[in-house]
């Protein structure tokens, strides 16, 4: 501000002081207006995304669940709207904070809008919380009971996800890059710009530990040991979800940068747009290439072109290059892409080995790819981007095969290890618990018939009196296997 006043005062002449800070002054508010207002389209298509979430957890499920993740889809959005705005906004973002552990600050939006936060700031993190909240209960659909959800559900939006907000993302958070101290981990903090781990990952590791306790599906294993597929009801649904996900995502990276108007150098064509464009690009490749990518590995080991498993591998890459989609070179989104189908390919075969099911993909998705994305920043950031989006860092340290050291690979790797430990210790005692009192999985006759028709009163779909018949007789047929079973 105090550069435009002295600029623009040059060229107006003397006592002209006046003139251009009220002029300087028009121009800041214009800034601020436009700032917002990209902040909240963004915010608006990264809550679209729960859309593509419920669609995709709609067509990943048997038919006979379909109400069911679709409640759940609207109500983690509820859910988290309620408890981000009671608690979870103020833990996240509320600085001053205690030690940098938790923020302790504008609970229920107490002094919001400030010269730090607006409205539009709350909404936008409220989606990614949704999306967070998301995540973790696509881990474990088709055998949880609905109040299992009501209760893990506000906790993990209200106070879990917040905490690692507050560590990696505030401007007093403990490993954050943000800080405005110069007290940096390692003298570097955490680049996690748009949440491969704060978002990812939580949700990822939430969604292992929920489906661990439960166990897999009656069914997804033969008492051999041989892996049997539960298919998905509608490929279709998986396909629109994946595509709601992927035009969101342009909303949950480039969106992260808060704003849009800020130059890099004055009166250049290159600015905070040009890094917003390049993050965009970066996204796009990542996701392109570990479609690709899973095809071909998938079509190698199955001999089968299939569609489902081209939308894991896009949504992978997309998750991988999240956390340093600001700060990479194009050229590095595609190696980011490339490994994270390899890595979603070699979890998804480890979880059939340990015989552990999620019918999503979510942990190996999410938390794998996830943990790729955190690594990869550390290995690929740029020096000149890692400047530009990170000012407050000391020089020198950015991505190790980039010629900046191993200082910023050792603080992403710090990430990974308390995320792990702090999810498993909140999120993996609670689900522990929900399932010592009875009241995490359903019952086995629920599990058989579908929780639609036992829990939520009917089916998705509309059928024809014959249809009904084969649907009676198919019910029949299921009951007799838990008899025996």
């Keep these: 501000m105090a550069t435009c006043s002295t600029d623009l005062g040059a060229l107006l002449g003397p006592n002209a002081t006046a003139a251009a800070d009220y002029i300087c002054n028009k121009f800041s508010d214009v800034s601020f207006a436009v700032d917002n207002t990209y902040l909240l389209l963004s915010a608006y298509l990264n809550f679209f995304m729960q859309l593509g979430f419920a669609m995709l957890c709609a067509g990943s499920v048997r038919a006979k669940n379909t109400i069911n993740v679709m409640l759940i889809a609207v109500l983690d959005s509820a859910i988290a709207g309620l408890f981000y705005y009671l608690f979870g906004f103020a833990f996240a973002f509320g600085s001053p904070s205690n030690g940098g552990f938790i923020g302790r600050h504008h609970f229920g939006l107490r002094s919001i809008p400030s010269s730090s936060f607006d409205y539009s700031n709350f909404l936008y993190h409220w989606a990614f919380a949704v999306s967070a909240a998301g995540i973790a209960s696509g881990s474990m659909a088709e055998r949880t009971q609905f109040v299992a959800h009501l209760i893990y559900s506000p906790f993990f939006t209200g106070f879990v996800y917040p905490v690692v907000c507050h ?29 491969s781990g704060v978002v990812h990952m939580v949700g990822g590791v939430a969604g292992f530990w929920g489906a661990l306790i439960e166990g897999p599906r009656i069914g997804r294993f033969h008492r051999s040991g041989k892996s049997v597929a539960l298919r998905g009801h509608n490929a279709a649904l998986v396909v629109l979800g994946t ?43 990542a996701g392109c290439t570990g479609a690709l990518t899973t095809l071909l590995g998938k079509r190698i080991l199955t001999s089968h072109w299939n569609v489902t498993d081209v939308c894991s591998g896009s949504l992978g890459g997309f998750a991988a290059i999240t956390a340093g989609c600001s700060v990479v070179e194009p050229w590095a989104a595609i190696i980011c892409g490339f490994v994270a189908a390899l890595v979603l390919i070699g979890c998804n075969k480890l ?51 980039m010629g900046g050291g191993g200082r910023l690979l050792a603080a992403q790797i710090v990430q990974i290890l308390v995320i792990v430990g702090w999810v498993s210790a909140t999120m993996g005692t609670l689900f522990y618990f929900l399932n010592k009192l009875g009241l995490l999985r359903i019952s086995a006759e629920d599990e058989m018939v579908g929780m639609d028709l036992t829990r939520h009163g009917g089916l998705a779909y509309k059928y024809s009196d014959e249809e009904e018949d084969d649907e009676s007789i198919k019910h029949g047929t299921q009951m007799r296997k838990i008899e025996r079973h």
Excluded: M
Excluded at 167 to 195: E, K, P, Q, Y
């Design 243 to 285: 595509f709601i996900l992927w035009f969101g995502w342009y909303g949950f990276n480039p969106g992260s940068f808060n704003r849009i108007s800020s130059f890099y150098t004055s009166g250049n064509y290159y600015g905070q747009w040009s890094a917003v464009g390049r993050t965009a690009v970066t996204t796009t490749l």
């Design 167 to 195: 560590w990696f993302w505030a401007s007093d958070g403990w490993a954050s890059a943000f800080r405005t101290d110069g007290n940096f981990l390692f003298g570097s903090g955490v680049i996690d710009f748009a949440g």
């Design 351 to 401: 979880a059939e080995k340990a015989e552990f099911d999620d019918p999503l993909e979510v942990a190996q998705l999410h938390g794998g790819c996830g943990a790729w994305g955190v690594l990869f920043t550390g290995l690929f950031a740029s020096e000149k981007y890692t400047r530009e989006v990170y000012p407050s860092r000391p020089p020198g340290q950015y991505g190790l095969l």
